[in-house]
């Protein structure tokens, strides 16, 4: 069974930084797009960054400069780093993915459980 784990969320003063990472463990042939999405409370959950197998990254206006998306292939993991915070950024962040699972022909797109980040002022 695929799952998306994330880790590194948590409480940093604004202007400070965190690393986020995002795990796909199971049975799996191939990793495509990965991306990561935030949901503020009271809000919808909005697109922060994506990547593709040898793609550009795209990131939300809200985060371009200060946020990067990275993957590594060989952990099947995607990080987000996320410098200079601003107290607006704090959210769970998710990541998700689209993967095709060992046994199958289709690809199908997975969410992890989400990850808090809290940015005080």
């Known amino acids: 069974q695929v799952q998306l784990v994330e880790s590194g969320g948590g409480l940093v003063q604004a202007g400070g930084s965190l690393r986020l990472s995002c795990a796909a463990s199971g049975s799996i042939i191939s990793i495509d797009a990965l991306a990561w999405y935030r949901q503020a409370p009271g809000k919808q959950r909005e697109l922060v960054a994506t990547t593709t197998s040898g793609g550009t990254p795209n990131y939300a206006g809200s985060v371009k400069g200060r946020f990067t998306i990275s993957g590594d292939n060989a952990k099947n993991t995607v990080y987000l780093q996320m410098n200079s915070l601003k107290p607006e950024d704090t959210a769970v962040y998710y990541c998700?993915?689209?993967?095709?699972?060992?046994?199958?022909?289709?690809?199908?797109?997975?969410w992890g459980q989400g990850t808090q980040v809290t940015v005080s002022s």
């Open positions: 998700n993915a689209r993967i095709l699972p060992l046994g199958s022909v289709y690809w199908s797109n997975y």
